[in-house]
């Protein structure tokens, strides 16, 4: 290989590497938001990567119901799935037989 080989390799390579970068942190940035890491598919495209790591830093994280583990909006005050109830930062449980939960 001459050096004029070897240049537009080198380039290559450097924009792959910084390409394959950018995913994974998207990546890591949707997993610390509680978001699913599949929005990354749009980053097969340059343009869509840069959509994508831009909504993600916008998005606030989701929360996690401590009782189910399902995802819901960050405002949630009842988990739709298991009823369970948040207060404040300390979530609590609901009473049997509210809301179709229990008994």
Request: aromatic share 8%; net charge positive; hydrophobic share 45%.
């Amino acid at each position: 290989m001459n050096n004029d080989q070897i240049l537009p390799l080198l380039v290559a390579l450097i924009f792959l590497a910084v390409y394959t970068g950018l995913i994974v942190l998207g990546v890591r940035l949707a997993k610390s938001k509680k978001r699913s890491p599949h929005w990354m598919w749009f980053a097969l495209h340059p343009i869509g990567l840069l959509v994508v790591l831009i909504v993600m830093a916008c998005l606030q994280p989701l929360k996690e119901c401590p009782q189910c583990a399902q995802k819901m909006k960050p405002h949630a005050r009842l988990c739709a799935f298991c009823g369970y109830r948040f207060t404040g930062n300390d979530p609590q449980p609901i009473p049997a037989g509210e809301y179709g939960v229990g008994p």
